[in-house]
C-alpha cells in the first residue's frame, strides 16, 4: 500500500486537528450545589440565568427576608451582593473582575453604589445616573471589556426607569442621558436579564420589554 508522504500527511492532520479545536463544546448544565432561601433579588435572578446555572431556591414563608445562601458545608452567606458574588466565583469569575485588580475594584465600588440607593427614591438616584451616563458615554460596559456584576447590579437597580429613560429620549431633542439609556437597553436584550424580569415579576415583565 502506497503511503501518503509524509508533508502531505501532516497537512491533512493540522487540517483535521484544527477542525476539532474549533468546534463549539456543548456547555453541560450547571448545578449551584446552594440553596438560596428569601427574597430573591433580580441581581440574583440575573446571575443565575446568564450562567445558565440551575439552584434550588425557596421563598421564605412570612415577611421578606434578605437572600440567604446555604452551603454544603453548612455555612451561609447573606445578602444579595454576597450570594451574587459567591455564585460568580463558584462559576464564572471574570463577572467579578478576576485576574485583573482594576476590575476587580471597579466592580466592587458599583456593588456597593447599589447598596447605597437599593432604597433610594427616584430623586437620589439622578446623580449616580449621571454618573453612568457619562462613564458609558465611552464604554459599552461599567466595568472592563465585557459584562460584570457592576452591569448586573446596575441594571437590577435601575431596571424599573427603563420606561422612563426612554420616554424622556423620545421627547428630548438632547436627551440627559443618552448613554445610560442605550446601556440599559443594551441590557434588557440579553435573554438571561429578561427571563430574571419575568421571574421576578411573575412572567409578565418579558412582554413589556
Known sequence: MTQAPPTLLM????????YTYLQPCQ????????????????ENRAVLEELGVAAEISTAGGAPSPVTATLPSGDTIQGDHAVSRYICSQHAPA?????????AADVDQYLAAAANHADAPPDELQPLL?????RLATRTFLAGHSLTLADVAMWALFSQEKA???ARASREEQPRYPHAARWLRSMWARKGFVRAAALCQGGDAAASV
Do not use: F, K, W, Y
Open 11 to 18: 497537512r491533512a492532520l493540522g487540517r483535521r486537528m484544527r
Open 27 to 42: 456547555p453541560r448544565p450547571a448545578t449551584l450545589s446552594t440553596q438560596l432561601v428569601g427574597e430573591i433579588t433580580g
Open 95 to 103: 463577572l467579578c473582575g478576576a485576574g485583573d485588580a482594576l476590575v
Open 130 to 134: 449621571t454618573h453612568l451616563d457619562a
Open 164 to 166: 422612563s429613560l426612554e
